[in-house]
């Protein structure tokens, strides 16, 4: 049984990592998807892998940078796939670093294409997703922002923790018009990480340490499946959380 069959979802940064797990994730189970990210390569990639599940999916190429153009990009998606059910805010370009090694550009960019690009499609998907009756949107944050020691990690924890705020606010300001907002904060086997414990097997090593569990997360097996069941029916009395996917290691309190 596909739990989510005749829904769509919009999936931000979708052509590779969490973000094309999560679409896996979601196709699986039957939703059409439209696949949003700035390599139209990448997200062709990631609609072949998604219809050959059996599920209709659409690349739009979206540089989330340009909140202007957000808008027009949802409304677009909504044209071709006539509704929106499930909003995900995956993408995310910014800096890590030292603070006083960080330009105010970098330190802008983990917020305009961070908070600033969620507020964005959250505003130009509210009234498809009310329309619904049953709209869904999950924000991805991070544990960094938890962190007894966020040292180089400042300016992406601050980023994702505005997003948190937003999608605790939206949650509470929109749970009446049928929609649910929640936030992830996972550890996942993307590219970027999958090359960084690669070329530091002895600090990657010491991270998986610090995993209760021992592992990093699969990001269609343990991050999507998760989208699955947040944006599914059997957990539909639950917004406004931010749910830590990442073996155990952080604690939220």
Same mark, same amino acid.
């Given at each position: ?37 700035? %390599? ?18 659409? =690349? ?5 940078? #340009? ?11 909504? *044209?071709?796939?006539?509704? $929106? ?17 960080? *330009? ?5 960019? /983990? ?15 509210? =009234? ?5 009756? #049953? ?22 924890? &601050? ?26 904060? =996972? ?5 970027? $990480? ?17 995993? =209760?569990? /021992? ?16 944006? /599914? ?7 406004? &959380? %931010?749910?830590?996917? #990442? ?7």
């Amino acid at each position: 049984m596909n739990t989510l069959a005749g829904r769509v979802a919009l999936v931000t940064g979708a052509g590779q990592g969490v973000g094309q797990g999560i679409a896996l994730a979601l196709a699986g189970e039957g939703a059409s998807v439209a696949v949003l990210g700035r %390599t139209r390569g990448k997200l062709d990639e990631t609609c072949r892998l998604l219809r050959e599940r059996g599920t209709t999916a659409e =690349p739009f190429e979206c540089d989330v940078s #340009d909140t202007a153009s957000i808008p027009g990009v949802v409304n677009e998606v909504v *044209s071709r796939f006539g509704r $929106l059910d499930i909003l995900v805010n995956n993408a995310y370009s910014g800096a890590f670093g030292p603070l006083l090694e960080m *330009s105010d550009e970098e330190f802008t960019r /983990g917020f305009s294409t961070g908070p600033f690009a969620a507020f964005a499609f959250m505003k130009a998907a509210h =009234p498809h997703l009310k329309a619904t009756g #049953d709209g869904s949107i999950v924000n991805l944050v991070t544990s960094a922002m938890v962190r007894w020691d966020p040292t180089t990690y400042g300016a992406y924890a &601050a980023a994702k923790q505005a997003l948190r705020s937003l999608s605790r606010t939206a949650a509470v300001e929109w749970a009446r018009d049928g929609i649910r907002v929640n936030a992830i904060a =996972p550890h996942a086997l993307s590219p970027g $990480l999958k090359w960084w414990t690669e070329h530091n097997p002895e600090e990657a090593a010491e991270f998986v340490s610090t995993i =209760p569990m /021992g592992r990093i997360g699969e990001c269609e097996e343990d991050i999507g499946r998760a989208v699955v069941a947040l944006v /599914g029916s059997d957990l539909r009395y639950l917004t406004g &959380a %931010t749910v830590p996917l #990442d073996g155990g290691q952080a604690f939220f309190g």
